[in-house]
């Protein structure tokens, strides 16, 4: 226990040795994230993986259960309204191909 009772003056050294990285507010989510949410989206989401038989483009894997199957935005829109609703730039990914290649995809494109 005495231990414990130093850690609080160690502590307040840190932040003197440490550099402090600042993350950006996750909590404010641009506009067009909105759009999610509205029905035209279910619909067209809906369209997609039914145009695209529930199956996966990178990794061929065919998913009925809710959920596991994302509509996915072949180049990314950051909130341009005709990339966003363009049938042409969507396609069916499995969620494991979208959470892990695609988003180091994006993110290196970018």
């Given at each position: 226990?005495?231990?414990?009772k130093?850690?609080?003056e160690r502590l307040s050294a840190l932040p003197d040795r440490v550099a402090r990285v600042?993350?950006?507010?996750?909590?404010?989510r641009p506009a067009y994230h909105a759009w999610y949410k509205t029905a035209e989206w279910?619909?067209?989401r809906w369209k997609i993986l039914v145009r695209d038989r529930f199956t996966c483009r990178?990794?061929?894997v065919v998913e009925g259960?809710?959920?596991?199957?994302?509509?996915?935005?072949?180049q990314p829109h950051r909130g341009d309204a005709a990339l966003?609703?363009?049938e042409n730039n969507l396609q069916c990914l499995c969620k494991t191909c979208h959470d892990s290649a695609k988003q180091r995809e994006d993110?290196?494109?970018w």
């Open positions: 226990m005495g231990r414990l130093r850690l609080p600042v993350e950006p507010d996750r909590t404010e279910q619909k067209l990178l990794c061929g259960r809710k959920g596991q199957q994302i509509a996915d935005h072949i966003f609703w363009d993110k290196a494109r």
